[in-house]
């Protein structure tokens, strides 16, 4: 019997890691590589039905059901993830990304008998999806860890192949609203950064330790800031620097204002800090080739991100897979032996509707591509 069958929603460890120190839920606790099933309560009042756009609540309904009042944000794009991931009766989805599971809320809402396995390094995020997602008993596993572990979490938990994945990149509202970890530029906290609190770097150690030229070359590549350069240059004038107020200080006097930005002039150095510290692009490429891995014939792929340097990542990864030959241009006769493990299922990337944007600004810079398994 696979773990979605236990009857119970599921919190499991990092499928990976034995040895790292036992992390603590609301309701269990998760020790070395044992998992521990746990029911979960709905306070004594009536679950909520979960409303974007649809009046869902039983399993073939659109969407699915809360089992807590708090309030949690929309997830992007629901409408287009259920659509590129077809949604099947029975079928066992990864929620690569799940946050406050949203996202998964729909998916276990699309059709009968759906599961779900959701990973997300940040324990707060599990936390709350574990709250949220309790309604759906057997059929939710949830996973503190990251998806560079994709294929072994799957494997442990008996459900590969599977009938679809999804990546929904980049921070979410639950950590930029919190504050506590240094992710918001408008809100003071220490400069950490983390979506795991248990790994070692930090931006403290990044912003005040790293060499000017390795920030420049960071605050550049990974923030596409044209001023990166100025931006270091007065982050190592400034050191050293504990908060998050004042690593934005630091930007805003190296670069001064943009006129008619609707953005802080420090947006691109803190997602550059935040990127090198999670070692973001780097587990996305690792984690889009598990996911294309893990994928049974004609399972779908969905990923969203949100600027370009994701957006590139992922549509060299998906049309490279899509190929059947990866020679370089010019060679007259094929001689890697490429085959293509996926379709393309749309050749440009969706975007949010003008409705959802307006309804949900964040929203706005969403992309959306999606490829089947052959």
Sequence with gaps: MDSLTSGKLTLADKSVSASRPPLFYHAAAVLGRRQVAVGLRTRGRTPRRWTNGGDGGEAGDSLGQETDVEAHHTPVMVREVLSALQVKAGGVYVDCTVGEGGHSLAVLGEAPGVRTVGIDKDTDAIATAQRRLGGHP?????????????????????????????FDLGISSLQLETGVRGFSIRREARLDMRFDTLQEVTAHQVVNGYPERAL????????????????????????????????????????????????????????????????????????????????????????????????????????????????????????????????????????????EVEANPRSRSARLRAAERI
Excluded at 138 to 166: A, F, M, S
């Design 138 to 166: 057997g059929r939710v596993v949830l996973v503190q860890g990251n998806y560079t572990h994709l294929d072994n979490i799957v494997r442990e938990h008996g459900v590969r192949p599977v009938d679809g994945v999804l």
């Design 216 to 355: 420049a070359d960071i605050i550049y590549q990974f923030g596409e800031e044209p001023g990166a350069r100025r931006v270091a240059r007065e982050i190592v004038r400034s050191r050293p620097m504990e908060t998050t107020t004042e690593l934005a200080a630091a930007v805003q006097r190296a670069i001064g204002r943009r006129p008619g930005s609707r953005t802080h002039v420090a947006t691109r150095t803190f997602q550059a800090i935040r990127m090198a510290v999670n070692e973001e692009l780097d587990n996305l490429n690792r984690g889009l080739d598990q996911g294309i891995d893990v994928l049974g014939p004609g399972g779908r792929l969905v990923v969203i991100s949100y600027h370009s340097l994701e957006d590139r990542r992922v549509k060299s990864t998906l049309r490279r897979a899509a190929s059947d030959c990866i020679c370089p241009p010019g060679t007259p006769q094929c001689i890697c032996g490429h085959k293509a493990s996926i379709r393309l299922v749309q050749r440009k990337v969706i975007r949010p509707t003008a409705e």
